[in-house]
């Protein structure tokens, strides 16, 4: 089994919370858990983005990962980048829980996230049916309100 974190941080440098990757084996899907505080209410965009670069904010992550140069798509679309994952669900006290099973997600392997970057967006992300320019790219999530490094 492989195990990795990924401890969130504003732009502000505000703690945002702490992301865990698991998998099993090669073949495993990879179970991604964690919370994050200090967010406002609502759906936010959760990616995993191309680099583990942080040195200018979350901006210095690049694009989401997207090793088979896919269109952008929801957690659930037969077309999507491997760093889709939705939306988190941030609650009225600023909480988010995750909880997430992803089969393309890989911590074993050639396509392993480990040196990637986690970043939730500001806004929602419309899981590129939102009919916006920026719709099949990015998912017109927004800025990048709170990223951090996947390690081991």
Do not use: W
């Not at 089969?103 to 009919?131: C, F, N, Y």
């Amino acid at each position: 089994m492989v195990k990795a974190v990924a401890f969130l941080r504003e732009n502000d440098s505000k703690s945002a919370g702490t992301i865990t990757f698991e998998q099993h084996d090669e073949n495993s899907e990879t179970a991604i858990t964690g919370t994050i505080h200090g967010l406002a209410p609502g759906k936010h965009g959760f990616h995993i983005h191309e680099y583990g670069d942080n040195t200018n904010g979350c901006i210095s992550s690049g694009g989401h990962f997207n090793p088979f140069h896919s269109k952008h798509g929801g957690p659930d679309a037969s077309e999507r980048h491997v760093g889709d994952l939705g939306n988190v669900v941030v609650d009225q006290s600023g909480v988010a829980k995750i909880d997430i099973r992803d089969a393309q997600v890989k911590l074993i392997g050639p396509l392993s996230v480990i040196g990637r970057t986690v970043v939730v967006h500001s806004g929602e992300d419309d899981l590129g049916l939102g009919g916006h320019a920026d719709s099949l790219t990015t998912g017109n999530a927004g800025g990048r309100e709170a990223c951090g490094v996947i390690g081991r």
